[in-house]
Every structure is written in structure tokens, then in C-alpha cells.
């Protein structure tokens, strides 16, 4: 079955880390593109951090807000796409989803979401 699992969520004080990870299990695993996103109570969704898959191996790409203190990573062998997050602020709070991306130029974009994983960050 064709699925993302995340996990690693949780609450955590400002300063903190925290490391979510999301496994893929089927033929997702062949996807062009890997992400994160979060959705904040009364937010729309946005991207956090993106690795596109290139000729030249791979890509990433994170929103201002989080560049310098979140990394993206894929471990190839374990099927698992890691999003680590560190000193992290109140505003961080949301619901993080990973998204994989299949893009055809027959079958057009297919896209594949995990159920989300919640990051809640207070003192």
C-alpha cells in the first residue's frame, strides 16, 4: 500500500529540537519531489522545506522563516525523508505534513500527503 507515516512530533521548549521523520512505503518512494509543510491554527498552509530531485542529485530549498535552523534530509536505504529542526521559536507550532511529489509528463503531478505530525513549541 502506497502511504507517508510520519512521526516525531511533539512539544518542545523555544530553543529546542526536534526531529520528525516520514516513512514511505510502495512505489512513493520514486517521487521528484519530497516536502515539508505546516498549517498553523488560522494559517494557510505553507512550505518549510523542499529536496527536488535533479541530474546532479538532489535539491533543497526552505522558506526564509526557517533557513539556518531546519535541515532536510532522505535516507535512500531506510525510505525515510527527516526534517530536523532546531532552535526552534513559538511560531513553529503547526501541524507538519510531508508531501511527496510524482510528476509525468503523462500522468501530470500526483501528489501523496502523510497525516501530519503536531510541533508545538512553549514554555
Known amino acids: 500500500q502506497e502511504q507517508l507515516v510520519e512521526s516525531g512530533g511533539g512539544s518542545v521548549q523555544p530553543g529546542g529540537t526536534l526531529r520528525l521523520s516520514c516513512a514511505a512505503s510502495?512505489?512513493?518512494?520514486?517521487?521528484?519531489?519530497m516536502g515539508w509543510y505546516r498549517q498553523a491554527p488560522g494559517k494557510q498552509r505553507e512550505t518549510v522545506a523542499t529536496?527536488?530531485?535533479?541530474?546532479?542529485?538532489?535539491?533543497?530549498d526552505y522558506a526564509d522563516s526557517v533557513k539556518g535552523r531546519f535541515t532536510i534530509s532522505r535516507d535512500n536505504a531506510k525510505r525515510t525523508v527527516y526534517l530536523r529542526m532546531d532552535s526552534l521559536k513559538p511560531e513553529d507550532t503547526a501541524v507538519y505534513y510531508c508531501?511527496?511529489?510524482?510528476?509525468?509528463?503523462?500522468?501530470?503531478?500526483?501528489?501523496?500527503w502523510g497525516q501530519g505530525t503536531q510541533v508545538t513549541v512553549s514554555s
Open positions: 529536496i527536488t530531485t535533479i541530474s546532479s542529485g538532489d535539491s533543497t
Open positions: 508531501r511527496f511529489d510524482q510528476i509525468s509528463i503523462y500522468a501530470g503531478r500526483r501528489e501523496y
Open positions: 510502495g512505489s512513493i518512494w520514486n517521487s521528484d519531489i
